[in-house]
């Protein structure tokens, strides 16, 4: 008489069958280091994932600038995005700083702060910048964007955002902070920032109050 073998657990691509019981796809999970993978339902895996913050991109218009009667009037929110998936749904969709015209301003604010002096989240804020030359700014601005929503900075209730300016012949990135005054918080949001983005040179933090009052001659209150 022939003996009916019992069903073999097979792996097809990445269906898990068990045998005759319901069928769950899972997808490996494999470590940085290549090595033994454990694995996830794929409805889990494909669930987003919501960041600690929403954040709005804005951009500032060149050529509307040039006719604007006041600094902000051509500055539009762009996107918000809640999500791992959204960020990167639209940051794989724009163009990165050295694509951008001379003269346009790209942020990424929390939600609901606007990039200016006047909003009340930046008035008693600063600013640490970090400059490069035309075209040399695309890795640290997106590696600035991934460590701001990302939450990387020990001091991260301290940000406002990061914006990148791009000028004839150069790019800055800023990171805005909220209280300029709190100098422990602002020097260790600097020392963090310059390790994220490998960034060697000293780098100086300009607070929003003397910007105004001086505009390009407002100096540095703390440099790291
Ligand atoms: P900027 O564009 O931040 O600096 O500010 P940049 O790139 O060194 O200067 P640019 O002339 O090469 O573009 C330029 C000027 O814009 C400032 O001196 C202010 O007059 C004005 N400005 C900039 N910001 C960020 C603000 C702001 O938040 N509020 C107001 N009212 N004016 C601002």
Aim: glycine content about 8%; aromatic content about 12%; hydrophobic content about 35%.
């Amino acid at each position: 008489m022939a003996v009916e073998k019992p069903p073999k657990p097979t792996v097809t691509g990445n269906r898990i069958n068990g045998g005759g019981e319901k069928v769950e796809e899972h997808v490996d999970i494999v470590r940085d280091d290549g090595s033994a993978s454990s694995k996830l339902p794929v409805a889990m895996v494909r669930q987003p994932h919501p960041l600690e913050h929403s954040w709005t991109f804005w951009f500032d218009n060149p050529s509307a600038k040039s006719r604007q009667a006041a600094w902000g009037s051509s500055i539009r929110p762009v996107y918000t995005f809640a999500t791992v998936e959204q960020f990167w749904s639209v940051y794989n969709n724009i163009h990165h700083p050295s694509k951008l015209a001379v003269g346009a301003d790209f942020h990424c604010f929390k939600c609901g702060i606007e990039p200016k002096w006047e909003d009340p989240v930046c008035a008693n804020g600063g600013k640490w910048t970090v400059n490069f030359s035309r075209g040399k700014s695309d890795a640290c601005w997106l590696y600035t964007l991934l460590a701001m929503i990302g939450e990387q900075f020990d001091h991260g209730d301290e940000i406002c955002g990061a914006v990148v300016n791009v000028r004839n012949r150069q790019e800055k990135i800023s990171i805005w902070t909220k209280n300029a005054s709190n100098e422990a918080a602002q020097l260790s949001i600097g020392k963090q920032w310059k390790e994220f983005i490998d960034y060697n040179d000293q780098i100086g933090f300009i607070f929003h109050e003397d910007a105004k009052k001086h505009d390009r001659a407002a100096k540095n209150k703390y440099a790291v």
